[in-house]
């Protein structure tokens, strides 16, 4: 039997242990509440990261980033200093920082091209505007890059604009130095109708002078009637300019446009083609033109329309749908066994897509060629404002960048506004 001093000591070592096993529980519990705690921030930040994406699959961030978090999960970020944060938030972070900082600056690119409003500055080339129009294709997020691609082409516009005009400006003033009386009232319409389109301001310093000079010779060898001749013709000139899409000379080819006519009309014939109106698309000279039946020819409506690049097969096609904005349920079924084959559905469901035999309908499938049996909008976002054409056997898509794909027509933002305002759905599509 054990004596008192024992029993003593078994106490005392009992309370020790007693002691031991609390401070371990509360070491635990102080090590799960910290473990939690850490696993709720990242998941919260995680959150807020995907929170700034339109579709996170696609990588496409929104059009409105929300930048105040961003700064605010950053400071956190560095507070932390690596014990906080998991690399995989970090990576999540700086993903997302990296795609809008390079938007940041692709947005100030294109304003560096700007001299104000209304002008381009003078280091503005082709190739600097040729570069900057492949970076445009980086965006993602086809609201930012449709803001961004229109304030380019305007400049290339400007810039195309002014390179023709200092071209015939100068050329007519070495005529008219040669032989004075070689200055018509056309000559001098379109002088000033060329100035007026001038959009930089040193060019235009530069040849103030010439056109100054040749205005005041045609004011005083002329009467008054040729200066109102002049002055209609001059303003006709300045209304058929087109502004608003790539742009031609004002002094137009008549005879090339007849050529062009000619060619549209003798294949269309050929193929055996009697609609009023065609969109005719001539691979050979990338070039998109809306053609009238006038009597028994083919007339062009409007100016042509530049092609930067085409995968599609020569060939008669129809204009299916003309597409602005498309919902993030917007479909088209791609099941080539299915009666409604190339069918566009404006707002596609289960239930309306059961209705019409298609099952099993869910993919993430960008390239429409491939998507099966049915095509989401919401997986290409560069084709929710597109123009949608298709037989029999294909589906296709005019549309301004965003990749290139098999059976698509990419032409530039002000190329696909001039075809949607003028394409309704059933116009013959023709490829040549």
């Known amino acids: 039997m054990k004596d008192k001093k024992d029993l003593r000591n078994d106490s005392k070592i009992a309370s020790r ?5 609390k401070v371990v529980a509360i070491i635990t519990a102080v090590v799960f509440f910290i473990t939690l705690s850490f696993g709720t921030v990242n998941a919260a930040i995680s959150k807020q ?3 700034q994406y339109q579709d996170r699959q696609l990588g496409v961030i929104k059009k409105d980033v929300s930048e105040g978090q961003l700064n605010f999960i950053g400071k956190i970020i560095d507070v932390s200093n690596g014990h906080i944060i998991s690399n995989s938030v970090v990576k999540e972070y700086q993903s997302l920082t990296d795609q809008l900082d390079k938007r940041h600056q692709r947005s100030r690119d294109v304003s560096a091209l700007y001299d104000g409003k209304k002008q381009y500055q ?4 082709e190739d600097k505007l040729d570069s900057l129009d492949k970076d445009l294709l980086e965006e993602k997020n086809q609201d930012v890059y449709q803001t961004q691609k229109n304030k380019l082409d305007t400049v290339r516009i400007w810039f195309e604009q ?3 005009a200092i071209k015939y400006i100068n050329d007519l003033w070495d005529n008219f130095n040669d032989d004075k009386t070689s200055l018509s009232v056309k000559n001098i319409s379109m002088v000033n109708t060329y100035n007026k389109l ?3 301001k040193n060019i235009k310093a530069e040849v103030a002078d010439k056109v100054q000079t040749m205005n005041d010779y045609y004011n005083s060898h002329s009467n008054e009637d040729s200066k109102l001749v002049n002055a ?3 303003l006709a000139a300045l209304k058929n300019s087109p502004l608003t899409m790539k742009y031609k000379s004002a002094n137009v080819d008549i005879i090339s446009s007849l050529d062009n006519s000619s060619e549209a009309t003798d294949v269309l014939k050929q193929a055996g083609i009697t609609d009023k109106h065609v969109l005719y698309y ?3 000279k990338n070039q998109m033109t809306f053609m009238t039946l006038t009597g028994d020819n083919y007339v062009a409506d409007g100016s042509s329309i530049s092609v930067s690049s085409g995968s599609i097969s020569a060939g008669s096609y129809s204009i299916k749908n003309v597409i602005n904005g498309a919902s993030t349920n917007a479909a088209i079924v791609t099941d080539s066994s299915s009666s409604s084959f190339g069918r566009y559905l404006s707002d596609a469901s289960s239930d309306s897509l059961e209705q019409i035999g298609i099952t099993d309908a869910d993919n993430s499938t960008a390239d429409y060629n491939s998507a099966r049996p049915v095509f989401w909008f919401k997986n290409n976002s560069s084709l929710s404002t597109s123009i949608y054409f298709g037989n029999s056997s294909t589906i296709g898509f005019i549309h301004a960048g965003g990749g290139s794909y098999g059976n698509g027509v990419t032409v530039s933002s002000s ?8 394409a309704t759905s059933g116009l013959l599509f023709y490829v040549n």
């Open 122 to 125: 003078d280091d503005v080339s």
């Open 282 to 284: 001539d691979k050979s």
């Open 198 to 200: 001038i959009k930089n």
């Open 162 to 164: 002014t390179n023709d």
């Open 49 to 51: 990261i995907a929170n």
């Open 232 to 234: 209609k013709a001059e």
């Open 17 to 21: 242990f007693l002691i031991v096993a």
């Open 415 to 422: 190329g696909l506004s001039t075809i949607q305002s003028k």
